[in-house]
């Protein structure tokens, strides 16, 4: 029988793994993340999460990284709602975000960003310095071209605040 520290740390790895995989499910094919095992080891594998969804690896890399935009904007503010409806408050935080739900959330936010820089190196080098340089200079993306992941995490705390603050998910 495994304590109640174990239970509770792979019950929140377990929701942390799945709001990754919701919001990453388009990025699949480029990237390899973290399976949950019946151990406290993890392997990776794209294959071992859901073999045969999203976009076959032919899918153009643009046409996914718009997919994964727009599943970003749904699927995360879902994920973090959800988040927010089980876990009504923020223990220990007082609301301010550090408690339990804080800790989820930020995981989450945080491999998202981590699972979109591994695709921008799997679609190549050139694009991400690009991005990179972009962002230095203070700009914007631009049309059609990929976003930086400063940019992608600027916009998942935005859609933190807004679902804290009863923005966009009811």
Same mark, same amino acid.
């Given at each position: 029988?495994?304590?109640?520290?174990?239970?509770?740390? =792979?019950? *929140?790895?377990?929701?942390?793994?799945?709001?990754?995989?919701?919001?990453?499910?388009?990025?699949?094919?480029?990237?390899?993340?973290?399976?949950?095992?019946?151990?406290?080891?993890?392997?990776?594998?794209?294959?071992?999460?859901?073999?045969?969804?999203?976009?076959?690896?032919?899918?153009?890399?643009?046409?996914?990284?718009?997919?994964?935009?727009?599943? *970003?904007?749904?699927?995360?503010?879902?994920?973090?709602?959800?988040? =927010?409806?089980?876990?009504?408050?923020?223990?220990?935080?007082?609301?301010?975000?550090?408690?339990?739900?804080?800790?989820?959330?930020?995981?989450?936010? +945080?491999?998202?960003? +981590?699972?979109?820089?591994?695709?921008?190196?799997?679609?190549?080098?050139?694009?991400?310095?690009?991005? =990179?340089?972009?962002?230095?200079?203070? =700009?914007?993306?631009?049309?059609?071209?990929?976003?930086?992941?400063?940019?992608?995490?600027?916009?998942?705390? +935005?859609?933190? +605040?807004?679902?804290?603050?009863?923005?966009?998910?009811?």
């Amino acid at each position: 029988m495994q304590g109640i520290d174990q239970v509770l740390r =792979k019950t *929140c790895e377990n929701v942390i793994e799945h709001g990754v995989r919701v919001v990453c499910q388009v990025l699949l094919p480029w990237v390899s993340l973290p399976v949950a095992s019946s151990s406290s080891s993890t392997t990776t594998g794209t294959a071992a999460l859901n073999p045969g969804s999203g976009p076959p690896l032919s899918a153009p890399p643009r046409q996914a990284e718009t997919l994964f935009r727009e599943s *970003c904007t749904r699927e995360f503010r879902n994920v973090v709602g959800k988040i =927010k409806l089980y876990l009504d408050f923020s223990v220990g935080g007082g609301g301010t975000g550090i408690g339990t739900r804080g800790v989820l959330v930020r995981h989450v936010r +945080e491999r998202v960003v +981590e699972c979109y820089r591994e695709f921008l190196d799997a679609v190549g080098q050139s694009q991400v310095v690009k991005v =990179k340089k972009e962002e230095e200079e203070g =700009k914007e993306e631009g049309e059609g071209e990929f976003m930086g992941v400063g940019v992608l995490g600027r916009m998942l705390s +935005e859609i933190v +605040e807004q679902v804290e603050g009863g923005v966009g998910y009811s």
